[in-house]
């Protein structure tokens, strides 16, 4: 856990002084912070619920690899395994792709970069990475893409679906953030769907209908109820951060409305988030698609943040570390991402 509490701490140091610190300093500092947690990403062994999996798909031990794994994934390996990378030289260039499109997505979409990538760490979408290999290259590539969606180029963003598709194929599910670009999505709207959702899960048809969705899903589909999280799962716990934004979403709506129209986008896309969320507590399968939407809450709450009066006061900020702080360490120590302790080869 040290570790990581030296992550957490490096970014939070980094979050507070960031109205202090020159310019071209805090660019070199966001840098070091990117090799090093790289570097933590990279150089671990057998840490995370799926890394056995990872491995062997790397050294081609499983026979079934060819058609349960995306070609693209399968020749991104095979192209850096001919190269001579062993299995750590692989996970260190896949941990940099994946933070490198975070950090440059917090630079060209974010008002507050520094604020992005704190988030990016304590909201445990960086943690996730650990785990999710393929599908953590193509959520941060959709974090990069979301620049496109806001600045309407809409075919550049679907041409990005569909190369993500060849290393994780549930990022079809995206393309609801282009129909959810051309909507907005009230509050009542919302509130009378999110009803309906919760008594529609507890019916019977609810089972019937998601398990035959599920089994509609590739074959591979079916090894997420054990492989998303460690025996703690994903509990009710994950519903707690997702429920205090939610609360906020709702009160300050229409002042998050006025003050920037990529906002619109933003609250529908937590709302569907939200709803993802609520049905994965059910089927944890659903998490994955959920995992997706989960990418706006780098982008939604710095826009809350905004709305505060004492958002230039240093104690606001402190308050801020701590919260997201605890949040974080809370849920590693909980098991989710499996990820703790953490050891290298």
């Given amino acids: 856990m040290l570790i990581y509490i030296c992550i957490i701490v490096f970014i939070s140091l980094l979050f507070m002084m960031r109205r202090v610190l020159p310019s071209k300093l805090t660019n070199i500092l966001l840098f070091l912070f990117l090799i090093f947690i790289t570097l933590v990403q990279g150089l671990r062994y057998d840490v995370g619920t799926d890394f056995k999996l990872y491995e062997n798909i790397y050294n081609r031990n499983l026979a079934y690899i060819e058609s349960s794994v995306e070609i693209g994934y399968l020749w991104f390996n095979k192209?850096?395994?001919?190269?001579?990378?062993?299995?750590?030289?692989?996970?260190?260039?896949?941990?940099?792709?994946?933070?490198?499109?975070?950090?440059?997505?917090?630079?060209?979409?974010?008002?507050?970069?520094?604020?992005?990538?704190?988030?990016?760490?304590?909201?445990?979408?960086?943690?996730?990475?650990?785990?999710?290999?393929?599908?953590?290259?193509?959520?941060?590539?959709?974090?990069?893409?979301?620049?496109?969606?806001?600045?309407?180029?809409?075919?550049?963003?679907?041409?990005?679906?569909?190369?993500?598709?060849?290393?994780?194929?549930?990022?079809?599910?995206?393309?609801?953030?282009?129909?959810?670009?051309?909507i907005k999505i009230k509050p009542t709207v919302f509130i009378i769907s999110l009803?309906?959702?919760?008594?529609?899960?507890?019916?019977?048809?609810?089972?019937?209908?998601?398990?035959?969705?599920?089994?509609?899903?590739?074959?591979?589909y079916d090894m997420y109820e054990n492989l998303i999280a460690n025996s703690e799962g994903v509990n009710l716990f994950n519903l707690f951060l997702p429920s205090v934004l939610l609360i906020l979403i709702l009160s300050y709506y229409y002042r998050l409305i006025e003050r920037n129209r990529n906002n619109v986008l933003y609250i529908n896309?937590?709302?569907?988030?939200?709803?993802?969320?609520?049905?994965?507590?059910?089927?944890?399968?659903?998490?994955?698609?959920?995992?997706?939407?989960?990418?706006?809450?780098?982008?939604?709450?710095?826009?809350?943040?905004?709305?505060s009066r004492i958002r230039e006061k240093w104690f606001f900020d402190l308050l801020i570390v701590i919260f997201f702080s605890a949040f974080i360490i809370i849920k590693l120590y909980l098991g989710h991402y499996g990820v703790y302790p953490y050891q290298t080869k």
């Fill in 79 to 182: 192209i850096l395994s001919d190269m001579g990378f062993t299995l750590t030289g692989f996970l260190l260039i896949t941990a940099f792709i994946i933070n490198f499109n975070y950090f440059k997505g917090a630079k060209l979409i974010s008002d507050d970069k520094i604020l992005t990538v704190f988030l990016f760490v304590t909201s445990g979408i960086y943690f996730s990475g650990y785990n999710i290999v393929r599908q953590a290259i193509v959520m941060s590539i959709i974090f990069l893409a979301l620049y496109l969606l806001l600045k309407k180029k809409n075919i550049l963003f679907v041409l990005t679906i569909i190369v993500g598709f060849f290393f994780h194929r549930s990022v079809i599910f995206t393309l609801l953030f282009l129909f959810l670009g051309f």
């Fill in 195 to 220: 009803i309906f959702l919760i008594g529609f899960l507890n019916t019977p048809l609810a089972t019937s209908f998601l398990n035959f969705a599920i089994d509609l899903a590739p074959d591979k």
């Fill in 269 to 307: 896309i937590f709302f569907a988030y939200y709803m993802f969320l609520l049905v994965s507590i059910e089927f944890l399968s659903v998490y994955r698609i959920a995992a997706y939407f989960e990418l706006v809450i780098l982008l939604i709450i710095p826009e809350l943040l905004k709305l």
